[in-house]
């Protein structure tokens, strides 16, 4: 696989085709039509069409876009049901409980969508605009300067490779984009972005991010049953008070609702299941009666970023910047992303432009571009004071007093000290290092699926429209092939069958060595969640990206 890649050069890069990178794009080419100066940007996106990848709860605020397109109802943006009631349950395994609604929790002015629609129609205004849009296009590699440290573009994956990594007869190769500035976009836990923050040192020693898992469905549930702009959150059962996480439901528009469990991945028992948990949520009283009659349209699970403040890495570098859900902007009490995610790229955007078109840095044989600029505005922007404020909520739920010490101490900062304490809490350990050992546990009697409210995994990732080429190298690689079965089996029980919404990893018989297991990977199962590279406690699988536009097709998410 020798052959010369072709190579396409622009002003500017973007990697994920996501809120925050379609933000970044559109904000650039506005800006250069304000002023009729001309700007070349390309968005490339791994899922098979935008938005394809895309899955949130969701319930958005609606700040960015309208400074995006203040004009957005009329342009027929796809928020279509606003917020209109919420209300905070805590659920013991028969009853819920009503509890005092958050402030920082109020929806009012905020729409429940199917992000996964925004998504779509952001792309077809960033085309209107003129930004180039290659979906099907996964980046596997960042091209780095003559020093090592500026980053220069970002490189395609080849295409028809097989499993061994040799050029079958449909062999096309990468490309090379390159860019005075690439932005990086990729949502949480970037592939590239991990190796990109671990090489420039992005962290300080010490620095990590800490993770959740959010597994959702959307259903179509019975006229009479439906109350749209309904909002309920949940906290307590199915999980127990040392698990962080809570439930959610919304009532969308046209008998929709959207469903989902979200636990924290720095969770210690290695014989919980989160799609497990996520059934037994469903078959909650409350839950359940709302359910049935009903049926599921799709299913979908990805990792969240919950780090907040503590967790940020340095936003750019030589040559870049990273945004959104990458740099990890999630505010987790509020349980919203999207609206720090594109009010990033806003600010990256503005920083760019400033760089590129006014100033005139990143010609050919100048310093690779530092968007100091973009740091500085996001120091002064909303986004850094809600993540300020709440900074020591996450972390106050790793205290011995679990969920309830969580609890009394989130109302009190939220309520009253609204973050002005001398004082930061640090997350323990990263979600990989909190995991115990099985000798510590009972295992978890999860109930069989009754395949009217709660469904085996299999069952649910059929309803992601997940495909995968055929004959291409596994992507998800395991640095040790022995480690999972030497290690994680005996030490905990195999965690991995149980992490893992959908169905990806499994120790079963090996034929070749009667009476020991061997691990295996069902890649083509993949939902792109990157769980398995998050919470592996021996950091030995790495997830990378398959050829473009494999992957889960969601729709309505």
């Given at each position: 696989m020798t052959e010369p890649r072709e190579t396409m050069e622009y002003d500017v890069v973007i990697v994920g085709g996501g809120p925050a990178g379609l933000a970044a794009a559109i904000r650039l080419k506005q800006l250069a039509a304000k002023e009729d100066k001309d700007v070349s940007v390309i968005v490339v996106e791994k899922g098979g069409e935008i938005g394809a990848h895309t899955l949130s709860g969701a319930c958005i605020e609606v700040g960015p876009l309208e400074e995006l397109f203040p004009d957005w109802k009329e342009l027929g943006a796809p928020l279509n049901q606003p917020a209109l009631e919420d209300h905070m349950k805590y659920l013991t395994a028969k009853h819920a409980l009503p509890l005092p609604h958050p402030p920082q929790m109020s929806n009012t002015g905020n729409y429940i969508v199917s992000l996964s629609n925004v998504v779509k129609w952001l792309g077809e205004k960033a085309e209107e605009l003129g930004v180039d849009i290659f979906p099907s296009t996964a980046a596997s590699e960042i091209i780095y300067g003559e020093d090592g440290t500026s980053v220069c573009g970002i490189v395609t994956n080849d295409a028809g490779v097989d499993k061994d990594f040799k050029p079958k007869s449909t062999y096309t190769p990468g490309i090379e984009l390159r860019g005075k500035l690439t932005l990086f976009a990729e949502g949480c836990h970037g592939s590239l972005t991990k190796g990109l923050i671990?090489?420039?040192?992005?962290?300080?020693?010490?620095?990590?991010?800490?993770?959740?898992?959010?597994?959702?469905?959307?259903?179509?549930?019975?006229?009479?049953?439906?109350?749209?702009?309904?909002?309920?959150?949940?906290?307590?059962?199915?999980?127990d008070y040392k698990t962080y996480g809570g439930g959610f439901i919304y009532h969308m528009e046209d008998n929709k609702v959207s469903l989902g469990l979200v636990v924290g991945l720095d969770y210690e028992n290695p014989y919980l299941s989160p799609y497990q948990e996520f059934q037994r949520f469903k078959a909650h009283p409350l839950v359940s009666e709302l359910l049935k009659g009903g049926r599921v349209l799709s299913y979908g699970g990805r990792a969240l970023v919950e780090g907040g403040l503590q967790s940020l890495p340095k936003l750019f570098f030589p040559g870049g910047a990273l945004i959104g859900d990458t740099?990890?902007?999630?505010?987790?009490?509020?349980?919203?992303?999207?609206?720090?995610?594109?009010?990033?790229?806003?600010?990256?955007?503005?920083?760019?432009?400033?760089?590129?078109?006014?100033e005139g840095q990143g010609e050919e044989g100048a310093p690779a571009i530092a968007l100091t600029g973009y740091e500085e505005a996001f120091k002064n922007s909303s986004i850094y004071k809600e993540l300020y404020e709440v900074r020591n909520v996450r972390p106050s739920f790793h205290t011995s007093l679990g969920i309830w010490g969580g609890i009394v101490w989130s109302g009190l900062d939220t309520l009253f000290l609204k973050g002005r304490v001398p004082f930061t809490f640090q997350h323990k350990n990263p979600d990989h290092a909190m995991l115990k050992p099985a000798s510590m546990f009972k295992p978890i009697d999860y109930p069989k699926p009754d395949n009217e409210i709660t469904f085996d995994i299999l069952t649910s990732v059929s309803r992601t429209g997940t495909d995968h080429t055929e004959n291409q190298p596994v992507h998800l690689r395991l640095a040790d092939k022995t480690v999972?079965?030497?290690?994680?089996?005996?030490?905990?029980?195999?965690?991995?069958?149980?992490?893992?919404?959908?169905?990806?990893?499994?120790?079963?018989?090996?034929?070749?060595?009667?009476?020991?297991?061997?691990?295996?990977?069902?890649?083509?199962?993949?939902?792109?969640?990157?769980?398995?590279?998050?919470?592996?406690?021996?950091?030995?699988?790495?997830?990378?990206?398959?050829?473009?536009?494999?992957?889960?097709?969601?729709?309505?998410?």
């Open positions: 671990r090489k420039l040192k992005l962290r300080e020693d010490g620095q990590f991010q800490t993770y959740g898992l959010g597994i959702k469905e959307v259903w179509e549930v019975e006229p009479a049953k439906h109350s749209p702009g309904k909002i309920t959150h949940t906290m307590g059962y199915p999980l740099a990890g902007l999630m505010n987790v009490p509020k349980i919203k992303g999207t609206h720090n995610a594109m009010k990033s790229g806003i600010l990256a955007a503005d920083s760019a432009y400033k760089a590129i078109v006014v999972q079965v030497k290690s994680n089996l005996p030490v905990y029980a195999g965690p991995e069958q149980r992490f893992c919404p959908a169905g990806v990893y499994e120790y079963v018989d090996d034929e070749a060595n009667p009476g020991q297991k061997r691990f295996q990977i069902n890649s083509q199962n993949c939902i792109h969640c990157k769980t398995c590279d998050i919470k592996d406690p021996a950091q030995n699988i790495n997830w990378t990206v398959p050829e473009g536009g494999n992957g889960p097709q969601y729709v309505d998410t």
